[in-house]
């Protein structure tokens, strides 16, 4: 996938006639903007003072910049500050006596002189937007658009207000950050082939039939970028425009239990819990608990002693170490008035202003929130106590209540602050959730969780239209509270949950005070579904994290079926099922009691996942549940998948990882797959400390060819062989280039030798040919059918 920096010249695209809408221009009062010039670098547009700039940032986006007087401001929040864009030269220009376009491979932009209009159109010459670009200096944006164009992004849901919109978007639409697990963000795409990212802290979109109104911007000077392309495309470039994710540590793709209500004795008895049952999980999160909330002397920051003895010294992060289990904690945007920090803030005029003095509920002890807009409020937050709890074992974060002041920024800078702190502080990665997104915090390892919900089974389906619409403005990283946070979920919901956030990027459960949420306090059956799910969560560990790692490039693990099929009417609107990686397509049960479900599969041959069952894509299956074990989800493979799976461990690199089971299922189009791995730990993947392979697979008639491609990286991994599984093919003969590989004869056989080989099998998704490969080395790998 290109992106914005590691571009090439881009081509030349010959002239097209553009199909003109049927809606005309808004026309803003006043003379018309003249033409100044068209060059190979853009176009310039004039009048008076006043000034357009049309510049090619990459050959599928365009920058609109107008400037009122010639203003030029800097870039807001939601774009990042340290991307660097160099603007597209030689480009391809025409001019007319009534017109001028500058075009790359990919996107044309047309100034007619008479109309005063501009129309952005693609290289097939399909007309995406026009504007009259004239609105720019009332501090407003009207763009035309083909009026059946589905709409997506800007914003979604919290966690108390209905969720029956769906992800298409019209209407009045107001950009903001929200309370309680909203996301939002000013960008709008279309499956249409377009993305429209405004440079603004809060606006208001309008989304009428055909028309595009954007008011309330925050810069007097409008900046807006139009990017063209399918919906990979489009995340791309936001991630290169608003800011690439980092990764979070490896253990966090695993599962986590949050509880508010807990003391060292009971961590160290669920933890135990855990490990004498192996059921896998890698975090435990505190609430309130861990921290001498109300304490003087920082008390915001540092240990209780009390509940957690053996916390200040660091043993607790020594026993738990050793079991694999990291300890992360809740964090609160205000502090405690009486106290030495509090006085700190008062003669530093450290407070935010709208948010007077007031009691806390938890303490009972007056409190005032702080102003993390400041960066010098930024910089103490992250001081010499947290710094040691952070020693001590608390080695991530969960945000909590800075959604409530009437900033769409003070969640992003108080989770920037943490960045920023743990970066400058220790090479361990970050981690955190936060209860409500604004475009541009993705930049500082930002994940969000869909706030206070509620248990039950319609709150449960409820967080499908959350998580979707929260990935639709941007941000890849969401959870939930698994199993609901208020109230007792019956066996039923939880059983039904877990096996859910199993298929979310963030894995947790958590509830409100006392409520408690292992898996064995639900029942035997329940007990099994979760562990069930649990342990297929970690035997994807390796398939996830490599999402991971996409997620930096825009489109992370889990996307809506629009991102795959954008041409498809059927799932325009669809949240019962989403995309987990490429090769991977799920609709869990969230229905009580339910003995079926219908699922519509896209188009192409899907095969599940558990039970081996074909289906042809296009149609809506009716899928036979079990509603006495909990015990199945409707999990799908898509037609050359290439799905890498690692041994189930009680947590994240508990062993060393040997050896990779690598199944494909290969189909005629060639597919592929980038397998990633690092450390898992620190930031050294970002100095080339990573090691990535491209796997790819086609099926020739009754052959198939399985790819390795050289590897990128300087990291080693500890991985010596693939166990390469190609299903629907017995092979007779296996080749590795001009090389005849050695047949074993039987699975058994190809495992229990150590070195390359190959055997024939036969499993639940039918014949099989097993292929054992040296990891970390370019092959071609030809299996050849037997003759009829």
Avoid at 164 to 189: C, D, M, N, S
Avoid at 332 to 355: C, L, M, N
Avoid at 446 to 468: C, E, K, N, P, V
Avoid at 585 to 611: A, C, E, H, N, R
């Amino acid at each position: 996938m290109t992106t914005l920096r590691n571009l090439a010249m881009c081509g030349l695209l010959l002239t097209v006639a553009l199909p003109i809408l049927a809606v005309p221009p808004v026309k803003s009062a006043g003379p018309n903007f003249q033409l100044e010039h068209a060059d190979a670098h853009g176009i310039d547009l004039v009048r008076g003072k006043d000034r357009i700039s049309l510049r090619f940032l990459a050959p599928n986006v365009l920058q609109i910049h107008g400037m009122p007087d010639r203003i030029s401001t800097p870039s807001g929040v939601v774009m990042d500050p340290h991307a660097f864009h160099t603007d597209l030269a030689n480009l391809h220009v025409v001019t007319t006596t009534g017109s001028a376009s500058v075009s790359t491979d990919q996107l044309t932009v047309t100034w007619d002189k008479h109309k005063a209009s501009l129309t952005i159109a693609n290289a097939q010459g399909h007309t995406l937007l026009q504007t009259d670009p004239a609105s720019l200096m009332d501090g407003q944006i009207d763009l035309q658009h083909d009026a059946s164009d589905p709409l997506y992004g800007i914003g979604g849901y919290d966690a108390f207000e209905p969720a029956t919109g769906g992800l298409l978007r019209k209407g009045v639409q107001i950009v903001k950050a929200g309370e309680q697990g909203y996301p939002g963000g000013p960008f709008v795409w279309s499956t249409s082939g377009y993305g429209v990212l405004v440079d603004t802290v809060g606006a208001k979109f309008d989304l009428a039939a055909g028309h595009m109104q954007i008011t309330g911007i925050t810069r007097m000077d409008v900046s807006y970028d139009v990017i063209a392309g399918k919906p990979p495309q489009l995340f791309a470039v936001l991630s290169d425009l608003s800011g690439a994710a980092p990764l979070f540590p490896k253990w966090a793709m695993g599962f986590t239990n949050s509880q508010w209500g807990i003391d060292q004795k009971e961590l160290q008895a669920i933890v135990q819990g855990y490990r004498s049952r192996h059921i896998p999980i890698d975090n435990f999160t505190f609430d309130f608990d861990w921290k001498a909330w109300g304490d003087d002397n920082y008390g915001e920051f540092r240990w209780n002693a009390t509940k957690f003895p053996d916390g200040p010294s660091g043993a607790l992060k020594a026993e738990m170490d050793k079991l694999g289990m990291h300890m992360t904690g809740i964090m609160k945007p205000r502090i405690h008035v009486d106290t030495v920090e509090g006085r700190y803030a008062q003669e530093h005029d450290y407070w935010f202003k709208s948010r007077p003095q007031n009691t806390d509920y938890f303490s009972l002890k007056p409190v005032r929130e702080v102003d993390f807009s400041q960066a010098a409020v930024r910089e103490w937050f992250f001081n010499t106590q947290l710094k040691h709890a952070f020693d001590t074992g608390i080695v991530g974060w969960w945000n909590d209540e800075a959604d409530d002041t009437d900033s769409d920024t003070q969640f992003l800078n108080m989770q920037r602050a943490l960045y920023d702190g743990q970066r400058g502080y220790t090479p361990i990665r970050v981690w955190s959730i936060n209860r409500d997104f604004f475009l541009g915090a993705q930049r500082y390892a930002y994940g969000l969780w869909s706030g206070d919900i509620d248990t039950g089974f319609d709150a449960m389906a409820a967080q499908r239209q959350r998580m979707l619409s929260a990935i639709d403005v941007g941000e890849m990283k969401w959870g939930m509270d698994g199993g609901g946070f208020k109230g007792h979920p019956d066996d039923e919901n939880y059983a039904r949950w877990i096996q859910f956030a199993a298929f979310v990027p963030i894995f947790r459960v958590h509830g409100t005070f006392g409520e408690k949420r292992q898996p064995w306090l639900y029942g035997p059956i329940a007990e099994k579904a979760a562990t069930d799910a649990i342990r297929l969560r970690y035997a994807l560990i390796p398939y996830i994290y490599s999402y991971e790692r996409a997620a930096a490039d825009g489109v992370g693990l889990v996307r809506p079926l629009t991102f795959d099929y954008p041409d498809d009417s059927h799932v325009r609107d669809d949240v019962d099922a989403w995309m987990f990686g490429d090769g991977l397509l799920v609709s869990p049960i969230v229905g009580k009691g339910q003995t079926q479900k219908d699922i519509y599969l896209p188009t192409g041959t899907w095969i599940d996942y558990f039970k081996g069952t074909v289906y042809q894509g296009g149609q809506t299956i009716h899928y036979a549940v079990d509603s006495k074990t909990w015990s199945d989800i409707p999990l799908f493979i898509r037609e050359g998948a290439i799905i890498p799976t690692g041994p189930v461990m009680d947590f994240v690199g508990q062993d060393p990882l040997t050896e990779l089971s690598v199944d494909v299922f290969p189909s005629a189009s060639l597919t592929h797959f980038d397998y990633y791995d690092d450390d898992g730990k620190t930031y050294a993947y970002e100095h080339g400390a990573y090691f990535s392979q491209r796997m790819t697979a086609q099926r020739k008639s009754g052959d198939a060819v399985f790819t390795t491609e050289a590897p990128h990286g300087t990291y080693k991994p500890a991985l010596k062989y693939y166990l390469v599984k190609i299903h629907g093919l017995n092979a007779a003969a296996v080749n590795s280039g001009s090389d005849t590989l050695k047949s074993l004869g039987s699975a058994e056989a190809l495992q229990a030798q150590k070195g390359e080989g190959w055997a024939t099998g036969h499993d639940r998704y039918g014949p099989v040919t097993l292929i054992q490969l040296a990891a970390g080395q370019e092959r071609q790998i030809t299996l050849h059918a037997a003759a009829h």
